[in-house]
């Protein structure tokens, strides 16, 4: 029986979590992504993965939650899902030979013992110079509204891209797996055991 729950409704970070081959659930959490007042990203990222994972908690006690949370920070700007493909292009048109931070904050709570981690990986892209037409036909492409930073790290968003830095290319898509293992293990989960 799975004791691992993804709070997420999205697909690539499914996706990536079934490379670890640990049985799991998932659940679409509803939660309002509004940053406070003054929240630094590293905060923000940490509150919301946390606030995914429990709003789930009730109804999956015994268990172990994987909340995840991602945002792009530019020039001092928070930036989470564009929401439509104006904003979505007006994004990677100040992005465009600059180098944009992305902080995922990533949180595991254990429903069994009432206990949790909460951390954040950082991985920065520098985007090369986007012509306004490549920038168009990107967004009318690839449709990145869900996505921070207005791109798909996992599909075409790749040729947006001079370089990437940073320690899990995972991170950018959105679930940091090198970290979330280092959690699994301590939560006594290891995804090298026999069977998961």
Known sequence: MSRLVLASGSRWRRQ????????????SPDID????????PEALVHRLALAKARRLAEDWPDHLIIGSDQVAVFAGDILGKPGDEATARANLARFSGNRVHFLTGLALLDT???THRVCHER???VFRQLSDIEILHYVD????????GSFRM??????LFETLEGKDPN???????????ELLREAGLDPLAAGG
């Open 112 to 114: 069994r013992h009432c």
């Open 33 to 40: 992504e509004t940053p406070l007042p003054g929240e630094p």
């Open 141 to 148: 492409r690839e449709k990145p509204l869900d996505s921070a």
């Open 171 to 181: 991170t950018l898509i959105g679930l940091p797996l090198i970290r979330l293992c």
């Open 123 to 125: 991985y920065d892209v």
């Open 16 to 27: 990536l979590l079934e490379r670890l081959g640990i049985p799991f659930h998932w659940a």
């Open 154 to 159: 996992e599909g075409l968003g790749i040729a």
